[in-house]
């Protein structure tokens, strides 16, 4: 959903959300599994409107 809100950057295989780069889907979501500030991060961002 972010990513159709442009709250998330595709870049080729890169993703760029909340100040940080990512090197793959993957890499992304490990960091959300395994990163609970982050997960806030991306639910404040979800909740914020345009």
Do not use: C, H, S
């Not at 950057?9 to 990512?22: E, H, K, L, S």
């Amino acid at each position: 959903m972010l990513l159709l809100q442009n709250k998330i950057i595709r870049r080729g295989a890169y993703y760029d959300v909340a100040g940080r780069t990512f090197q793959g889907r993957e890499e992304m979501e490990k960091e959300i599994r395994d990163n609970p500030d982050f997960k806030k991060q991306l639910n404040e961002l979800w909740k914020e409107k345009k």
